[in-house]
């Protein structure tokens, strides 16, 4: 990947074509399900400006999704407590360059923390897949902690928390 450039994402299309790129690259990795991704929800957080674009070469390489609040559903008591938490999701990696082991994802998760940390954030509060295990273990490199053990909700997707400081 050569000269990376980060940019806030302005075409929803391009985000939401390398989030569903990246959602079956790793369901197929991992034997899990394939997300439903609502086109709509895409649109939105892009033109809210919450969507960080990693482009390499002209093209979309990463991208994650960094918000003042959840865009998950947080499970009552999940987190630890915080005075500003920032909410990390929607971290997707193009599929050439999850193959070829680059360093977009910890990228993005270095980009996320220092985003947070320079919009006054305490912590970083995440939710992720553990079925897709390398991205868990990267987070946990990279000092998150995980702070709940896995959920299996009902009829939903498998989910772990995870938090890091950024004090």
Do not use: K
Not at 33 to 46: G, I, Q, W
């Amino acid at each position: 990947m050569r000269t990376p450039v980060w940019e806030v994402a302005t075409d929803a299309d391009e985000v939401h074509e390398l989030l569903c790129a990246s959602d079956r690259c790793q369901a197929e990795r991992f034997a899990s399900p394939v997300p439903r991704r609502n086109p709509a929800t895409t649109e939105l957080r892009v033109r809210n400006g919450l969507v960080h674009l990693l482009r390499s070469e002209g093209r979309a390489a990463a991208m994650f999704t960094l918000t003042e609040a959840p865009a998950f559903e947080v499970p009552p008591g999940v987190f630890p407590a915080a005075r500003s938490p920032a909410y990390l999701s929607r971290l997707a990696v193009r599929p050439d360059l999850v193959a070829a082991a680059s360093l977009a994802g910890p990228l993005c998760l270095r980009r996320a923390m220092a985003l947070a940390r320079e919009r006054g954030a305490d912590v970083l509060r995440a939710e992720a897949n553990p079925d897709i295990e390398s991205t868990v273990e990267c987070m946990v490199l990279l000092g998150f902690r995980r702070c709940a053990p896995v959920s299996d909700a009902g009829a939903g997707p498998r989910r772990i928390y995870l938090y890091r400081a950024l004090t």
